[in-house]
């Protein structure tokens, strides 16, 4: 978006009619230029795919509400759901063995998961160390189910899955320090 205002300020600096037109989305090049700075899929261009795959495969029919991840510099928003829609990234973007489409059906799929097959827990007094560990056992809880039931799914959870380094496994030393 920044590249799309700047392109404008700069090329019409002396016209404003020009200006005008290019921010109004009116001249020839304003939606050229907007179209060479995106990057990923839009959930706009593939909602309809998506309402149909929660209505088709899972007779699910809620919302989805786009949320966006321009400004996320310092934490990166999650996919969630809620009473008014299931939230999901405005874009995405390919990744290695899985579309971005993929990606959208994926995080969908596991969100319907937790909705017919996870209650929800009280975690008032848990530690994050407790919380992060029950909420990796259920997402993998959810995810077997998934699997379990719909096998297809496994390739893409596979393909989005982190694959550790080889010598990941390898101990390492304690520092020095540690050593008593």
């Not at 304003?30 to 959930?43: C, D, N």
């Not at 009473?83 to 995405?92: A, I, N, Y």
């Not at 596979?158 to 010598?167: C, F, G, I, N």
Request: glycine share 4%; with cysteine; hydrophobic share 40%.
């Amino acid at each position: 978006m920044r590249n799309w205002v700047n392109y404008g300020v700069r090329n019409y600096l002396q016209h404003p009619e020009r200006q005008k037109d290019f921010f109004s989305l009116q001249s020839a090049d304003s939606p050229a230029v907007m179209q060479r700075e995106r990057h990923g899929t839009l959930l706009v261009d593939v909602e309809r795919k998506l309402v149909l795959y929660l209505r088709g495969l899972w007779q699910d029919s809620e919302v989805l509400v786009p949320y966006s991840t321009a400004f996320a510099t310092l934490r990166k928003p999650q996919p969630y759901y809620d009473s008014l829609g299931m939230r999901l990234p405005d874009v995405l973007d390919d990744l290695p063995g899985a579309r971005a489409l993929d990606r959208y059906r994926a995080t969908l799929a596991h969100m319907v998961g937790h909705r017919r097959w996870s209650t929800p827990q009280i975690a008032d007094n848990w530690s994050p160390f407790q919380r992060l560990a029950v909420e990796f056992f259920e997402d993998a809880r959810i995810d077997t189910l998934l699997i379990q039931t719909y096998p297809g799914l496994r390739a893409l959870f596979l393909a989005l899955h982190p694959k550790p380094a080889e010598e990941a496994w390898i101990q390492r030393p304690p520092p020095a320090c540690a050593i008593a």
